[in-house]
């Protein structure tokens, strides 16, 4: 059986704010102070009327849904908001579902890339070495599964990064490490077990789930092939099944639903290629060669001069270099000296710009697809569907915002405290609320 990797802690980490104020009970549900549906936790406090249980599917870029058949998230879209949304830079898997749980820019909670060198503690972090994802000094900020449990209700995360690490000393009542052995059909069974116990105060108040689909077929085949579209329709049918069965959850009518994504994906073309080595030979001792590409010369004096060079060559190569302390102010990044080299190298979108001693090394093959790029550009976008109690219904967003902003969306649907300080914007998010 492949259901081993359930590691479920149970820790003390709960309220620590004392006397934290309950949430108050919303006005167009029961009044849980006279007792209208409400339950009584174990030390006689009322537990919270609200759900939230939102599902991450990796890289489901903003027009998926439109390109191909599905029913079920249109359905969910139509009794509730809908909203193209943002990642933040770099827009690649880890800092992204970090940012989406902790309300903060990745310069902010530290995972800068789904790899780096920390050069404090001469650790390098990446996001297939189980010891790195486990060790919580590389973690910064508060996640809300930890904001949540610190203010007395409880979180289920099944798979979101930053979940295999005791971030601040804490883990949420259930925490299972990413298993990739497990089907969308077997984790949607276990969310589905913990809405729909049969008593209401073991069900959680959040739940995290994670798909690792579709971006890793649309990596191979690009968001626009038949392999894709399979995999987003398959999505939407265990969506179906996942919908259908929470409707035995006791507290089905108090669920809010989020189904979103980290970032978005484009196709690159073998042609669109730059190897920025020749400029440079020899004169890089680390660098990181995704998006972005990262650089630090062997000589750190060298270091203006050899910015000045790849600076020459920008519009040829179809990319933008920078140098770490000189960012664009509205990518938030580059404060985070001890992680992010000192030369920072962003290919424009589409394009596979490297640092590779081989001329060719790295060049992208036919269809292959990545994503990492500029998260204003609207290839990196993604989606954000809500529907239950707290949401808007029938309703598309006026504004593209930041899935940051889960953090605060999560914190003011289950009347919690989001942590502080984080990045969110109210005003992003707070018209896809129902106006009481
Ligand atoms: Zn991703």
Same mark, same amino acid.
């Given at each position: 059986? $492949?259901?081993? %990797? ?33 339950? =009584?936790?174990? =030390? ?13 599917? !990796? ?9 191909? !058949?599905?029913?079920? %998230? *249109?359905? +969910? ?15 690649? /898997? ?21 790899? &780096?060198?920390?050069? /404090? ?16 000094? &590389?973690?910064?900020?508060?996640? +809300? ?8 209700? /409880? ?8 979940? *295999? ?49 579709? *971006? ?7 968001? /626009? ?12 049918d265990v969506l179906a099944y996942f919908m259908r069965q929470m409707r035995n959850s006791p507290v089905y009518d108090d669920i809010n639903f989020i189904f979103t994504s980290d970032h978005g994906m484009v196709e690159l073309d073998p042609d669109k290629y730059f190897n920025v080595y020749s400029l440079i030979?020899?004169? +890089? ?37 920078? $140098? ?20 920072? %190298? %962003?290919? =424009? ?15 992208p093959t036919e269809h292959y697809s990545n994503h990492g790029y500029n998260p204003y550009d609207r290839e990196m976008h993604m989606v954000f569907y809500g529907c239950g109690p707290a949401f808007k219904s029938g309703y598309t967003h006026d504004r593209v915002f930041q899935n940051l902003n889960d953090h ?5 649907? $289950? ?17 896809? &609320?129902?106006?009481?």
């Open positions: 059986m $492949l259901w081993v %990797l359930g590691v479920v802690w149970f820790v003390a980490c709960g309220p620590q704010l004392s006397p934290e104020p309950k949430p108050e009970p919303k006005p167009d549900k029961p009044n849980t102070e006279q007792g209208g549906g409400s339950t =009584d936790t174990e =030390d006689g406090e009322e537990s919270s009327e609200s759900y939230v249980v939102i599902l991450s599917m !990796d890289a489901f870029r903003y027009d998926l849904a439109e390109m191909y !058949d599905t029913p079920t %998230l *249109d359905s +969910i879209a139509r009794v509730g908001v809908y909203s193209e949304i943002m990642p933040c830079f770099p827009s690649n /898997t880890f800092p992204n579902h970090y940012s989406m749980a902790t309300g903060l820019y990745p310069d902010h909670h530290g995972i800068v890339n789904n790899t &780096f060198f920390d050069e /404090t503690t001469y650790k390098t972090y990446s996001i297939s070495d189980k010891e790195a994802t486990s060790n919580a000094n &590389f973690y910064k900020g508060e996640p +809300i599964w930890n904001t949540v449990e610190r203010q007395g209700l /409880t979180a289920h995360v099944y798979g979101w990064v930053g979940i *295999d690490a005791a971030v601040n000393g804490c883990k949420p009542t259930v925490a299972m490490s990413y298993d990739y052995r497990l089907s969308q059909r077997q984790l949607a069974d276990k969310v589905i077990g913990a809405m729909c116990r049969e008593d209401v105060e073991e069900i959680p108040n959040l739940v995290m789930w994670y798909f690792d689909e579709p *971006d890793a077929v649309e990596h191979d085949y690009s968001p /626009t092939s038949e392999q894709t579209r399979r995999v987003v329709e398959e999505i939407d030979p020899d004169r +890089i001792q680390y660098y990181y060669n995704s998006n972005p590409v990262t650089l630090k010369p062997r000589n750190l004096a060298e270091t203006q001069e050899i910015y000045e060079i790849l600076k020459a060559h920008e519009s040829e190569g179809h990319y933008r270099v920078w $140098l770490r302390e000189d960012m664009p102010e509205e990518l938030h990044y580059g404060t985070y000296k001890t992680r992010i080299y000192p030369i920072v %190298l %962003l290919a =424009d979108t589409g394009w596979k710009v490297v640092y590779n001693k081989n001329a060719n090394g790295g060049r605060l969306i999560i914190s003011h649907i $289950l009347g919690i405290e989001p942590a502080n300080p984080n990045d969110c914007t109210w005003e992003d998010v707070e018209g896809l &609320f129902r106006v009481e």
